[in-house]
């Protein structure tokens, strides 16, 4: 069964700092990972796909990395601004049992002070 | 382009009341259609799943039911509600087949049972 964890489960930074969030799962057989952001009291946006074949995938300042062998896979947000502050959710369905369940981590809360 | 739609955004129910809520996804055909629930403190949790009209998943046993009467219709219901099913609830649709795609998400329905 695939268990999905993501340290720190909060994060407090100043504005302006680069910072990592890490995702790892128990389960390497994956399709892809998923990550998405989800502000208080909203539903989920996703962020980033990183394909099962895919090392890495960015979009602005954000940059993910997928290591299926070791089952990690981290967010690194450069450049932080008040506005990324949000919980961050990472995603991965197992390939094994059914690619339709997204199994997701509990979320790390970024905060960026300003 | 794609949308999902549920409502209500907020609900308070009493206990032993029946619940409905809705979710329906337009732009697309045949997708795969998920509730989730997000308790205080506590990851996101599959409840139910479907990769077809009429076809329903169950992941966890519990008061709640699922029903997709129609191909881009999918329906949370309770006959009872308990004090327990308090929660945000959260639908989200991905292309069917779903291995290498992305998951999107409704902005979520906070039910308050009292």
Redesign the interface.
């Known amino acids: 069964k695939q268990e999905v964890t993501q340290i720190p489960a909060a994060l407090s930074v100043p504005e302006g700092e680069n910072l990592v969030l890490n995702c790892s799962f128990t389960d390497s057989a994956i ?2 990972l ?1 990550w ?1 952001r989800q502000d208080p ?6 962020l980033l ?1 990183i ?2 074949s895919q090392r890495e995938q960015t979009s602005g300042r954000l940059n993910a990395s997928l290591d299926k062998s070791s089952g990690r896979s981290t967010l690194y947000i450069a450049a932080s601004q008040p506005g990324d502050s949000a919980t961050y ?1 990472c ?1 991965a ?1 197992p ?1 094994r049992g059914g ?9 790390t809360k970024l905060t960026v002070n300003p | 382009s794609q949308t999902i739609h549920q409502w209500p955004a907020t609900l308070v129910q009493p206990v032993g009341s029946p619940l409905s809520l809705e979710c329906t996804v337009e732009g697309t055909s045949n997708p795969n259609l998920y509730w989730y629930r997000q308790a205080a403190g506590r990851g996101l949790q599959l409840l139910f799943y479907s990769v077809g009209i009429g076809q329903i998943s169950s992941e966890v046993p519990q008061n709640l039911s699922a029903s997709r009467p129609q191909d881009r219709q999918f329906i949370l219901s309770s006959k009872k509600l308990l004090l327990s099913d308090s929660g945000f609830y959260l639908c989200a649709w991905s292309p069917n087949p779903a291995m290498n795609t992305e998951a999107f998400f409704g902005q979520g329905t906070r039910l308050t049972v009292v």
């Open positions: 399709y892809n998923q998405f009291g909203k539903g989920l946006t996703s796909l394909q099962s959710l995603a369905p390939s690619s339709e369940k997204l199994v997701f981590g509990k979320g």
